[in-house]
């Protein structure tokens, strides 16, 4: 085996065939993120976001051991109701694959899928970063390093605000990743617009964060961008509610460790502020997948008339 053996849709490869916009999008947010039936609206609402912006989706998973990128609607609604699911990151997939076992892909995981696919960008919720704490744990996510040797365009709400967002920025500095935020000077925290912390860099256009992805990708960088998509004002969460929250979420999850800690802290999250992060994450999910349509469709353009 020289490379590995991809489950293309229909859809997926004929837009990669044709060079035609095409977003990844993660399945953590269907088996480990949002609860059942939550979680398969909004990965049905995802995709179709991301078609009315001109791209094709593809949602990518492993699935009873084979890597899936692009998913149809009867796996979608089988993913969101299933018990027995792994969540994995990159260094999970071939232990996984092995035993032909099913996943949802964190970041981490569908960059490295995407990138093996030949898809350039990618739409999340927010990424995994340094926690709270991580002096003591070394809790560090994975999509940190990823982003640091994966050249994937990551478009996200930000880092989740249950992390250590100046340490999550100064991580990702070391890692030589860009980061951008689109409209605004500052750096998004998941739930509210602004997180204290300012961006490295703006860019206001779809066509302008198209053009930093090929001239990153001519310079030979080798890491990821990342784009940070504040999450609607509308939508957005207010700061003492949702920081208050989260700390009282964050004091429960003592003596939870690992890759168990981010999904208890969404669900107690969600529970304690009754619903409202949920309602906020999937506004902020979907809208992510609108931009990152956007930006797809304007490199697609820029590649071909090159």
Same mark, same amino acid.
């Given at each position: 085996?020289?490379?590995?053996?991809? #489950?293309?849709?229909?859809?997926?490869?004929?837009?990669?065939?044709?060079?035609?916009?095409? =977003?990844?999008?993660? &399945?953590?947010?269907?088996?480990? *993120?949002?609860?059942?039936?939550?979680?398969? %609206?909004?990965? +049905?609402?995802?995709?179709?976001? =991301? +078609?009315?912006? *001109?791209?094709? /989706?593809?949602?990518?998973?492993?699935? *009873?051991?084979?890597?899936?990128? $692009?998913?149809?609607?009867? @796996?979608?609604?089988?993913?969101? @109701?299933?018990?027995?699911?792994?969540?994995?990151?990159? +260094?999970?997939?071939?232990?996984?694959?092995?035993?032909?076992? &099913?996943?949802?892909?964190?970041?981490?995981?569908?960059?490295?899928?995407?990138?093996?696919?030949?898809?350039?960008?990618?739409?999340?919720? $927010? =990424?995994?970063?340094?926690?709270?704490?991580?002096? @003591?744990?070394?809790?560090?996510?994975?999509?940190?390093?990823? !982003?640091?040797?994966? *050249?994937?365009?990551?478009?996200?709400?930000?880092?989740? &605000?249950?992390?250590?967002?100046? #340490?999550?920025?100064?991580?990702?500095?070391?890692?030589?990743? /860009?980061?951008?935020?689109?409209?605004?000077?500052?750096?998004?925290?998941?739930?509210?617009? @602004?997180?204290? %912390?300012?961006?490295?860099?703006?860019?206001?256009? /779809?066509?302008?964060?198209?053009?930093?992805?090929?001239?990153? %990708?001519?310079?030979?960088?080798?890491?990821?961008? !990342?784009?940070?998509?504040?999450?609607? %004002?509308?939508?957005?969460?207010?700061?003492d509610f949702i920081d208050g929250t989260i700390a009282d979420a964050v004091a429960e999850s003592r003596g939870i460790?690992?890759?168990?800690?981010? /999904?208890?802290?969404?669900? +107690?999250?969600?529970?304690?502020? $009754?619903? #409202? &992060?949920?309602?906020?994450?999937?506004?902020?999910?979907?809208n992510n997948a609108a931009l990152a349509a956007k930006v797809a469709v304007a490199h697609a353009r820029l #590649?071909?008339?090159?």
């Amino acid at each position: 085996m020289t490379k590995p053996d991809l #489950k293309l849709s229909a859809d997926v490869a004929a837009a990669l065939a044709a060079g035609d916009a095409i =977003v990844a999008l993660e &399945s953590t947010i269907i088996t480990h *993120g949002m609860p059942y039936p939550a979680n398969l %609206e909004t990965a +049905r609402a995802v995709e179709q976001v =991301v +078609r009315d912006n *001109g791209a094709t /989706p593809a949602t990518i998973a492993v699935i *009873g051991g084979a890597i899936h990128v $692009g998913l149809t609607d009867a @796996q979608l609604e089988a993913l969101a @109701q299933a018990k027995d699911v792994v969540k994995a990151s990159s +260094r999970d997939l071939a232990a996984v694959m092995v035993r032909k076992g &099913s996943a949802g892909t964190t970041v981490s995981a569908t960059m490295r899928i995407a990138e093996l696919a030949g898809i350039r960008i990618f739409a999340t919720g $927010g =990424v995994g970063g340094v926690h709270r704490g991580a002096e @003591q744990s070394f809790d560090i996510s994975a999509d940190l390093t990823e !982003l640091g040797h994966t *050249g994937t365009t990551v478009v996200c709400a930000g880092v989740k &605000s249950i992390l250590d967002i100046p #340490k999550t920025l100064e991580f990702l500095e070391t890692q030589r990743v /860009p980061i951008i935020a689109y409209g605004s000077d500052d750096f998004p925290a998941f739930f509210t617009r @602004q997180s204290g %912390e300012k961006a490295d860099h703006r860019l206001d256009t /779809p066509e302008d964060i198209a053009m930093a992805m090929i001239a990153h %990708e001519v310079l030979g960088s080798g890491t990821g961008i !990342l784009i940070a998509n504040p999450i609607p %004002e509308a939508d957005a969460l207010s700061p003492d509610f949702i920081d208050g929250t989260i700390a009282d979420a964050v004091a429960e999850s003592r003596g939870i460790q690992r890759k168990e800690v981010t /999904p208890f802290l969404l669900a +107690r999250i969600n529970e304690l502020s $009754g619903g #409202k &992060s949920l309602t906020a994450n999937i506004a902020l999910v979907k809208n992510n997948a609108a931009l990152a349509a956007k930006v797809a469709v304007a490199h697609a353009r820029l #590649k071909k008339s090159a």
